[in-house]
Structures are given as structure tokens and as C-alpha cells.
T-cell receptor
């Protein structure tokens, strides 16, 4: 069964901390994505990547960066966490048959 | 105007009912279409792809109308377990690169 694995299910961090969210896929997909999902706002694209070491900004990249050093791994970095970054973060990879999502990381910034 | 629009609902229906959702998209060059299902506090999961000829999977039927730029999902004989949010997804490239997600339609099936 194909999988996208996110390193943490729940995370609590303090304001100002640097936060790393890790995502690994085993489908050899080239395309990977980071979304955040908030009630009433749907899925919002933060960053995506079409290849190793390649990244493109999505709709809401401010306050985030990403890293793709290996094809299977796509990391989301919150440079200095703020309370408005409290959210559900979803990683996904995509191929011919659409997107496969990880189970999400619920991040709380206090 | 959003690229992909869905009626947010909620749709509240009794068990056994037939319910239909529509989704409109603005980019006429869109090439691939999907319906995803998202349960509460879970990740979205692919329900079915949508083809020009329409496709059916058990109680679920998906249709594409390119002329009017909408896709639909029909659920027959609704079950309690169908309660979820249904997301419409539209992609401009056939290789499912960067897709656009609708905000979802919430369905609650009641006994």
C-alpha cells in the first residue's frame, strides 16, 4: 500500500521556535506538496516541489520555507513559529492517479 | 471568483436517500478531475476520478460536463458511513501536478 508518512501527528511548540515538519513518500513521485487546513478555509497550498532541490511558492508561503534534498522527502520549516500558524498541516505527493495525503500534523503554537 | 467552487452545504439526508453534489471550475483548459472524501480530523482520500464518459463505482457516479465546466457526484442509497466532506479537485495537467481543491461539501446521513 502506497504511503505518505508525516513524522508527527501532534506537535506543540512555543512562539519563536524553529519548527520542522517532515514528510516521506514511498511512491517515487516527483511532485510533493505542503498544505494547511483551517476550519472554513479549505486546503491552502503553502509550497510545492516538482523535483529534488526544486521548490515553488504556493498561495500562502509567508513564514514558511521548504527543503527537498531527496526525492522521497519534503520538509516544511517554520522559521519562527507564531500563534497564527496553529493549524493542521498536510503533506501530499501526486502521480497519475491523483494525490495521496499523509495523515497530517496538528501543530499548536503557544 | 474561486477557481473551483462547491456548495459547502451541509447536506443533511436520511439513510437511503440519493444526493448529488456539483462543482464548477473556471479554467477551461483543466484536464483531469477527481472527487476526494475527507472524514472529520482525517486526511483527504481519493474517492474516484472523473472521466469525460462518466464513471460509476458501486453507489457512486461521477460525471463531467466540459461545456458547462462542472463535475458532479451522485450518491445513491446513502449510508451513515457516507457522512463526510467531499472535495472536488481539478488539475490543469494530466500528470496530476499542482491541483486546485474546492473547499468541500459536507454530507451528513441520518438514521
Amino acid at each position: 500500500d502506497v504511503k505518505v508518512t508525516q513524522s508527527s501527528r501532534y506537535l506543540v511548540k512555543r512562539t519563536g521556535e524553529k519548527v520542522f515538519l517532515e514528510c516521506v513518500q514511498d511512491m517515487d513521485h516527483e511532485n510533493m506538496f505542503w498544505y494547511r487546513q483551517d476550519p472554513g478555509l479549505g486546503l491552502r497550498l503553502i509550497y510545492f516541489s516538482y523535483d529534488v532541490k526544486m521548490k515553488e511558492k504556493g498561495d500562502i508561503p509567508e513564514g514558511y520555507s521548504v527543503s527537498r534534498e531527496k526525492k522521497e522527502r519534503f520538509s516544511l520549516i517554520l522559521e519562527s513559529a507564531s500563534t497564527n500558524q496553529t493549524s493542521m498541516y498536510l503533506c501530499a505527493s501526486s502521480g497519475v492517479y491523483g494525490y495521496t495525503f499523509g495523515s497530517g500534523t496538528r501543530l499548536t503554537v503557544v | 471568483r474561486k477557481e473551483v467552487e462547491q456548495d459547502p452545504g451541509p447536506f443533511n439526508v436520511p439513510e437511503g436517500a440519493t444526493v448529488a453534489f456539483n462543482c464548477t471550475y473556471s479554467n477551461s483548459a483543466s484536464q483531469s478531475f477527481f472527487w476526494y472524501r475527507q472524514d472529520c480530523r482525517k486526511e483527504p482520500k481519493l474517492l474516484m476520478s472523473v472521466y469525460s464518459s462518466g464513471n460509476e463505482d458501486g453507489r457512486f457516479t461521477a460525471q463531467l460536463n466540459r461545456a458547462s465546466q462542472y463535475i458532479s457526484l451522485l450518491i445513491r442509497d446513502s449510508k451513515l458511513s457516507d457522512s463526510a466532506t467531499y472535495l472536488c479537485v481539478v488539475n490543469g495537467r494530466t500528470n496530476a501536478g499542482k491541483s486546485t481543491f474546492g473547499d468541500g461539501t459536507t454530507l451528513t446521513v441520518k438514521p
